[in-house]
């Protein structure tokens, strides 16, 4: 399956961002979906993830009750709504898919997307 992450941009702080994920190759249904983030100089980090029907989602607490994400598996489309920015934020979004379910461990998932930049201003 490939994976092309979009949405990324240029945000004020407290801003808002949707990222998109889609999926080519093969239908996402099949798959948990994760997405992870990586600021420069800083190793890659867990952000958000959901099973494969999305009824069940995991956040690291650093987002949670500010970020969601959501699945559209008849559009083969995974999505992150990212509200209430912070600089320290800003990062290379990476979406995931894995076979595991919902996972925080990046090397659960064996498909990646090529990231979207989020810039968050202060």
């Known amino acids: 399956v490939q994976l092309q992450a979009s949405g990324g941009g240029l945000v004020q702080a407290g801003g808002s961002l949707r990222l998109s994920c889609a999926a080519s190759?093969?239908?996402?249904?099949?798959?948990?979906m994760g997405w992870f983030r990586q600021a420069p100089g800083k190793e890659r980090e867990f952000v958000a993830a959901?099973?494969?029907?999305?009824?069940?989602?995991d956040y690291a607490d650093s987002v949670k009750g500010r970020f969601t994400i959501s699945r559209d598996n008849a559009k083969n489309t995974v999505y992150l709504q990212m509200n209430s920015l912070k600089p320290e934020e800003t990062a290379v979004y990476y979406c995931?898919?894995?076979?595991?379910?919902?996972?925080?461990?990046?090397?659960?998932?064996?498909?990646w997307g090529q990231g979207t930049l989020v810039t968050v201003s202060s």
């Open positions: 959901a099973t494969r029907s999305g009824g069940t989602t």
């Open positions: 190759g093969r239908t996402l249904s099949v798959y948990g």
């Open positions: 995931a898919a894995g076979k595991w379910g919902a996972s925080r461990w990046y090397g659960d998932y064996q498909y």
